[in-house]
């Protein structure tokens, strides 16, 4: 324990010092969540997006080829 106005000053400036690095840290930890978190929300994201553009090509797919189906079996020509 400080005796002096300039000991406990030190000793003031060292605690804040110290409860600054720490919530430095504590802050610096849940950006790194944060940006965790969202890079697999995006990666969840493009996996949908994708799923989507497949099922819609397999369904342009299979409508061409029951108009082509369609058109074969007409004996329309």
């Not at 406990?8 to 930890?29: C, D, F, Y």
């Not at 978190?37 to 061409?64: F, G, I, L, S, Y």
């Amino acid at each position: 324990m400080a005796d002096t106005i300039r000991g406990k000053l030190t000793e003031a400036g060292n605690a804040i010092s110290e409860t600054a690095t720490k919530v430095g840290n504590k802050i610096a930890e849940k950006a790194e969540e944060a940006k965790d978190w969202a890079k697999e929300k995006a990666h969840q994201a493009q996996n949908r997006a994708e799923e989507a553009k497949d099922k819609a090509e397999n369904t342009a797919e299979e409508a061409r080829q029951d108009a082509k189906a369609k058109d074969d079996n007409c004996g329309c020509s």
